[in-house]
């Protein structure tokens, strides 16, 4: 993606052939080697890094002036601190290896930046041009390092996570690999999220065709066309999301004893799939290769004139495995099991979805989890939430 954005976008290559340091690390442009003064007169160098205004594979007009600083704070010739340039200071982590300290806005007199050449250009002049009184310093070091694309998940920049500056966050979730088993109404909606982070590799399971009623309870809206081609499912899913991504693997086999193995190598699973010994199979496989996952159910049952019914989310791994199966349900050995309905609503499965991937987000340190709760239930008739956190 790095050297794609480069190569289509004007202002980003006029950077790099006229020497600038460049990369594209998430959706920050980040340019190093800046020559600038410290409090102790000493020249450095430092980082700028500006978050990235982007339409697919080429850059927009910036969309902020402001632009962040790693580095100390940036004084002039004399010594005296360059107040008239940092906006504040605050640390802000753009990733694992880079961390701003602060925060610059220098407005243009027209009020905007035309590009990104003019926008790290202007920067630059400011600090370097203090640096160059003191040493023979140039930012135009004409070094080129390319990032290794191959690694990088979507055919896109996504940039959602740079502009709410969780970038550091979001990276918590680029694990190797997730699979996803079952993709009806729950575990289509499983892969709409998981499919929107940083995941390396998806693989999906499912050996049933994509009909008529799975299009009313899955995201997007599927086409007639696409009806009538009666695809697998986890074939139908990886040609809609792999426009957006790469790596997603489709696998049309239902999981069952003979094949449970297959999941044996993933670093996470989403079981998504109705209760019977084939669940079991699958369950006991992750158990035995120590593989973390996560189970869903949703028994929904007519209650007068209306539906009722319970969702479950629950999560197995090491040290938590009798507790979360004796959760679970395997419901073609239990006659009176409450998730052994067919009743499906799309806002139940889009909601029984979002509670496990809110879960797995938990499990990774993307979101605060202050009771480490390992199973929760959703009660739609009252309303309720509840989980077994102590």
Same mark, same amino acid.
């Given at each position: 993606m790095s050297s794609e954005l480069i190569s289509r976008s004007d202002d980003l290559r006029r950077l790099r052939d006229e020497g600038y340091f460049v990369q594209i690390r998430g959706a920050y442009l980040v340019v190093y080697e800046i020559p600038y003064v410290n409090a102790d007169g000493k020249v450095l160098r430092g980082i700028l890094i500006s978050k990235l205004n982007v339409a697919g594979d080429k850059t927009l007009p910036p969309d902020q002036h402001e632009i962040y600083f790693s580095g100390e704070y940036p004084c002039h010739a004399d010594g005296s601190r360059m107040t008239e340039l940092v906006s504040q200071e605050a640390t802000t982590k753009i990733d694992e290896q880079i961390t701003a300290h602060y925060q610059f806005s220098r407005k243009?007199?027209?009020?905007?930046?035309? #590009?990104?050449?003019?926008?790290?250009?202007?920067?630059?002049?400011?600090?370097?041009?203090?640096?160059? =009184?003191?040493? #023979?310093?140039?930012?135009?070091?004409?070094?080129?390092?390319?990032?290794? #694309?191959?690694?990088?998940?979507?055919?896109?920049?996504?940039?959602?996570s740079a502009r709410a500056d969780i970038n550091a966050m979001s990276s918590k979730l680029a694990m190797p690999s997730v699979a996803i088993v079952g993709l009806g109404g729950t575990g289509s909606y499983v892969l709409d999220l998981v499919a929107k982070t940083h995941v390396r590799e $998806?693989?999906?399971?499912?050996?049933?065709?994509?009909?008529?009623?799975?299009?009313?309870? /899955?995201?997007?809206?599927?086409?007639?066309?696409?009806?009538? =081609? =009666?695809?697998?499912? /986890?074939?139908?899913?990886?040609?809609?999301?792999?426009?957006?991504?790469?790596?997603?693997?489709?696998?049309?086999?239902? $999981?069952?004893?003979?094949?449970?193995?297959?999941?044996? #190598?993933?670093?996470?699973?989403?079981?998504?799939?109705?209760?019977?010994? /084939?669940?079991?199979?699958?369950?006991?496989?992750?158990? $035995?290769?120590?593989?973390?996952?996560?189970?869903?159910?949703?028994?929904?049952?007519?209650?007068?004139?209306?539906?009722?019914?319970?969702?479950?989310?629950?999560t197995s791994q090491p040290g938590y495995r009798e507790e979360a199966r004796a959760e679970m349900s395997f419901a073609d050995t239990d006659d009176e099991d409450p998730y052994d309905t067919n009743i499906q609503v799309a806002d139940l499965n889009c909601l029984n979805a979002s509670l496990a991937v809110i879960k797995w987000k938990k499990l990774h340190g993307f979101y605060a989890d202050l009771v480490h709760e390992r199973t929760s239930t959703y009660t739609i008739a009252c309303n309720m939430l509840e989980d077994d956190a102590e």
């Amino acid at each position: 993606m790095s050297s794609e954005l480069i190569s289509r976008s004007d202002d980003l290559r006029r950077l790099r052939d006229e020497g600038y340091f460049v990369q594209i690390r998430g959706a920050y442009l980040v340019v190093y080697e800046i020559p600038y003064v410290n409090a102790d007169g000493k020249v450095l160098r430092g980082i700028l890094i500006s978050k990235l205004n982007v339409a697919g594979d080429k850059t927009l007009p910036p969309d902020q002036h402001e632009i962040y600083f790693s580095g100390e704070y940036p004084c002039h010739a004399d010594g005296s601190r360059m107040t008239e340039l940092v906006s504040q200071e605050a640390t802000t982590k753009i990733d694992e290896q880079i961390t701003a300290h602060y925060q610059f806005s220098r407005k243009p007199d027209r009020g905007h930046y035309e #590009d990104y050449f003019e926008k790290i250009s202007a920067y630059e002049a400011l600090l370097s041009g203090e640096a160059e =009184q003191i040493a #023979d310093v140039t930012s135009r070091v004409h070094r080129v390092e390319e990032a290794e #694309d191959g690694e990088y998940p979507f055919h896109y920049l996504e940039t959602a996570s740079a502009r709410a500056d969780i970038n550091a966050m979001s990276s918590k979730l680029a694990m190797p690999s997730v699979a996803i088993v079952g993709l009806g109404g729950t575990g289509s909606y499983v892969l709409d999220l998981v499919a929107k982070t940083h995941v390396r590799e $998806i693989h999906l399971f499912d050996g049933d065709v994509f009909a008529n009623h799975n299009a009313f309870r /899955a995201p997007g809206a599927a086409g007639i066309d696409d009806l009538r =081609q =009666q695809l697998n499912k /986890a074939t139908y899913f990886s040609k809609v999301y792999s426009r957006m991504r790469r790596r997603i693997v489709a696998h049309e086999m239902f $999981i069952e004893a003979g094949n449970a193995n297959l999941l044996n #190598d993933v670093s996470f699973v989403f079981l998504c799939i109705d209760p019977s010994e /084939a669940k079991r199979s699958a369950v006991e496989a992750l158990e $035995i290769a120590n593989v973390p996952f996560i189970d869903v159910g949703m028994g929904v049952v007519h209650a007068g004139d209306g539906l009722s019914g319970i969702l479950r989310v629950t999560t197995s791994q090491p040290g938590y495995r009798e507790e979360a199966r004796a959760e679970m349900s395997f419901a073609d050995t239990d006659d009176e099991d409450p998730y052994d309905t067919n009743i499906q609503v799309a806002d139940l499965n889009c909601l029984n979805a979002s509670l496990a991937v809110i879960k797995w987000k938990k499990l990774h340190g993307f979101y605060a989890d202050l009771v480490h709760e390992r199973t929760s239930t959703y009660t739609i008739a009252c309303n309720m939430l509840e989980d077994d956190a102590e």
